[in-house]
């Protein structure tokens, strides 16, 4: 499940858990009482707007996972078999780039939706980048796939912010369908990403790579005729940016962009030095650096910003952490795509109950597991009363993401120079499902509700740059580690998250009083400091 993927309903009080109201409302964006969309009980009692916005995002979804299913093995396949014939740490760092540019890009997207283009044109142009990123793709060049990539990353960093901020447009700010409108939304999102990579998959099986990035571009049109054709349904939302660039800004903005465009510059030369020329490596490196540079500089900024109170200052300290868990957690779970892949390629058995299987077939499991668990944990928590705390979500999610990787090291080691049975790569996604489950729907409230009042609007960019900075440290870690046995590589990962979960789980309480100490509501989350 991807971060951006589960739209923020309700925040909760991040010292409770994933149930108590905040008062600050609702972190999406919501329209006004009298600008109600057409036919506003047509689709399952909700606006018929909402049937446009789940159809383009379950195909898009679609696109994105099913393109991503088969990447890492088009890039590092051989040429005469149709792949670009990268070595296997090379294709994964490419890989966990691309990760780490979507969600870096989800920050540009969201800032020019807020401030200059609206969350609809935004959409609409992510939607026709990403589309002529796949065919692209499809077409059986090495430049046209690099380019591919590239558009495909832009368009979606336009596009995966923006749209669950239109569900929330189609909703006035008391109406109570808002929640179901989001779960409703939701399941249109695992529809998509569940069937994706099965698709694909056999369309890579039977006509090749391109084939493949071929039925991905079918999905993202058919998304564009969802969005286009249901534009008048929408209502109006999204098409007036909500903070729209004044004279007054434009200064600021100026020197914004130009802080930016010289920090990447001072990345890339760095990286230059580093790898001694201009590489592939080199601009995987540099986007590494500028991953792991953008949220440090985020809380630089936070922490020295004159409008940030005593208060807030403590709430900051107190997310520290969590967003360290949440980077760490990240960092493993986004693996599905690069060295997860690779191992269902190279060392898991392929044949279930007598039936060949794609490799990529394994990227299923987590939207499976995601239909049939999250229901399971949302009767949980309110049998828990939304216990535990927020930290200690955090610290238990992070530690399913570590066991998951013990368990394959684990499994990994029994093969020995044989391949696992492909039970494994299930079970490893099953538990890695439980870890996000008690992670990520609680993690965005906690960002909004933590952030300081001044910097709410950057709040969603914050999320962001978590999984963006732990696609980073993979990029890294498969360069370094070239040549590591899965069981080292995956046991090693697995045990430093592991302690880094038990640390986690040392500090919930200084956390959880620091969460408190800033609450200006006072008595509001006493008890969540036992």
């Given at each position: 499940?991807?971060?951006?993927?589960?739209?923020?309903?309700?925040?909760?009080?991040?010292?409770?858990?994933?149930?108590?109201?905040?008062s600050?409302?609702?972190?999406?964006?919501?329209?006004?009482?009298?600008a109600?969309?057409?036919?506003?009980?047509?689709?399952?009692?909700?606006?018929?707007?909402?049937m446009?916005?789940?159809?383009?995002?379950?195909?898009?979804?679609?696109?994105?996972?099913?393109?991503?299913?088969?990447?890492?093995?088009?890039l590092?396949?051989t040429?005469?078999?149709?792949?670009?014939g990268?070595?296997?740490?090379?294709?994964?760092a490419?890989?966990?780039?691309?990760?780490?540019?979507?969600y870096?890009?989800?920050?540009?997207?969201?800032?020019?939706?807020?401030r200059?283009?609206?969350?609809r044109?935004?959409?609409?142009?992510?939607?026709?980048?990403?589309?002529?990123g796949?065919?692209?793709?499809?077409?059986?060049?090495?430049s046209?796939?690099?380019?591919?990539?590239?558009?495909?990353?832009?368009?979606?960093?336009l596009?995966?912010?923006?749209?669950s901020?239109?569900v929330g447009?189609?909703?006035?700010?008391?109406d109570?369908?808002?929640?179901?409108?989001?779960?409703?939304?939701?399941m249109?999102?695992?529809?998509?990403?569940?069937?994706?990579?099965?698709?694909?998959?056999?369309a890579?099986?039977i006509?090749?790579?391109?084939?493949?990035?071929?039925?991905?571009?079918?999905g993202?049109?058919?998304?564009?005729?969802?969005?286009?054709?249901?534009?008048h349904l929408?209502?109006?939302?999204?098409?007036?940016?909500?903070?729209?660039?004044t004279?007054?800004?434009?200064p600021g903005?100026v020197?914004?962009v130009?802080?930016?465009?010289?920090?990447?510059?001072?990345?890339?030369g760095?990286?230059?030095?580093?790898?001694?020329g201009?590489?592939?490596?080199?601009?995987?490196?540099a986007?590494?650096?500028?991953?792991?540079?953008?949220?440090?500089?985020?809380?630089w900024?936070?922490?020295?910003?004159?409008?940030?109170?005593d208060?807030?200052?403590?709430?900051?300290?107190?997310?520290?952490?969590l967003?360290?868990?949440?980077?760490?957690?990240?960092?493993?779970?986004?693996?599905?795509?690069?060295?997860?892949?690779?191992?269902?390629?190279?060392?898991t058995?392929?044949?279930?109950?007598?039936?060949?299987?794609?490799?990529?077939?394994?990227?299923?499991?987590?939207?499976?597991?995601?239909?049939?668990?999250?229901?399971?944990?949302?009767?949980?928590?309110?049998?828990?009363?939304?216990r535990p705390?927020?930290?200690?979500?955090?610290?238990?999610?992070?530690?399913?993401?570590?066991?998951?990787?013990?368990?394959?090291?684990?499994?990994?080691?029994?093969?020995?120079?044989?391949?696992?049975?492909?039970?494994?790569?299930?079970?490893?996604?099953?538990?890695?499902?439980?870890?996000?489950?008690?992670?990520?729907?609680?993690?965005l409230?906690?960002?909004?509700?933590l952030?300081?009042?001044?910097?709410?609007?950057?709040?969603m960019?914050?999320?962001?740059?978590?999984?963006?900075?732990g696609?980073?440290?993979?990029?890294?870690?498969?360069?370094?580690?070239?040549?590591?046995?899965?069981?080292a590589?995956?046991?090693?990962?697995?045990a430093?998250?592991?302690?880094?979960a038990?640390?986690?789980?040392?500090?919930?309480?200084?956390?959880?009083?620091?969460?408190?100490e800033g609450?200006?509501?006072v008595?509001a989350?006493?008890?969540?400091?036992?």
């Amino acid at each position: 499940m991807d971060r951006g993927d589960l739209p923020e309903q309700n925040p909760v009080d991040p010292t409770r858990g994933d149930g108590a109201l905040s008062s600050d409302g609702p972190a999406v964006r919501v329209g006004e009482a009298d600008a109600r969309p057409p036919r506003d009980r047509a689709f399952f009692g909700h606006p018929l707007g909402l049937m446009t916005l789940f159809g383009t995002e379950l195909w898009e979804r679609f696109s994105y996972y099913g393109m991503r299913a088969i990447l890492l093995y088009f890039l590092t396949d051989t040429i005469a078999n149709g792949g670009l014939g990268l070595d296997d740490a090379l294709g994964n760092a490419v890989v966990a780039a691309y990760g780490a540019s979507v969600y870096l890009l989800s920050v540009i997207g969201g800032w020019l939706a807020d401030r200059m283009i609206g969350a609809r044109r935004s959409v609409l142009y992510g939607g026709v980048v990403i589309a002529a990123g796949h065919v692209s793709l499809s077409v059986p060049n090495a430049s046209f796939s690099y380019l591919g990539i590239v558009l495909v990353a832009l368009g979606t960093g336009l596009l995966k912010p923006n749209v669950s901020s239109m569900v929330g447009d189609l909703y006035s700010r008391d109406d109570v369908r808002r929640d179901s409108g989001f779960s409703i939304f939701y399941m249109g999102i695992n529809i998509g990403s569940l069937f994706a990579p099965i698709l694909v998959g056999i369309a890579r099986e039977i006509g090749g790579y391109h084939a493949g990035f071929a039925v991905a571009a079918v999905g993202m049109a058919i998304a564009l005729g969802f969005f286009v054709a249901g534009r008048h349904l929408l209502g109006g939302a999204g098409d007036v940016p909500p903070n729209p660039l004044t004279a007054a800004d434009r200064p600021g903005v100026v020197r914004l962009v130009l802080a930016v465009a010289i920090g990447c510059l001072v990345a890339l030369g760095i990286a230059a030095l580093v790898s001694g020329g201009f590489t592939t490596t080199t601009l995987i490196d540099a986007l590494s650096y500028i991953a792991l540079a953008a949220p440090v500089a985020t809380f630089w900024v936070m922490f020295r910003s004159p409008k940030v109170t005593d208060r807030e200052r403590s709430r900051l300290r107190a997310y520290i952490p969590l967003f360290v868990a949440a980077m760490l957690f990240w960092m493993i779970f986004e693996q599905a795509a690069s060295t997860l892949s690779a191992y269902a390629r190279d060392n898991t058995e392929l044949t279930i109950f007598g039936f060949e299987v794609s490799p990529a077939f394994f990227q299923s499991v987590n939207r499976a597991s995601i239909i049939l668990l999250a229901p399971v944990f949302a009767w949980l928590w309110v049998r828990l009363d939304d216990r535990p705390p927020t930290a200690v979500k955090f610290a238990i999610g992070l530690s399913f993401a570590a066991l998951s990787f013990l368990f394959l090291a684990g499994a990994s080691a029994l093969a020995g120079d044989g391949k696992s049975p492909w039970w494994v790569l299930v079970v490893v996604y099953v538990i890695q499902t439980i870890g996000e489950l008690c992670l990520s729907p609680v993690g965005l409230a906690a960002t909004t509700l933590l952030a300081p009042r001044a910097f709410k609007g950057q709040a969603m960019a914050l999320w962001f740059l978590a999984t963006s900075a732990g696609n980073a440290i993979t990029a890294q870690l498969v360069q370094a580690t070239s040549g590591a046995s899965p069981t080292a590589y995956f046991g090693g990962i697995g045990a430093v998250a592991l302690v880094f979960a038990i640390a986690m789980f040392a500090i919930a309480p200084w956390v959880t009083r620091h969460i408190y100490e800033g609450t200006e509501v006072v008595g509001a989350t006493r008890t969540a400091a036992h």
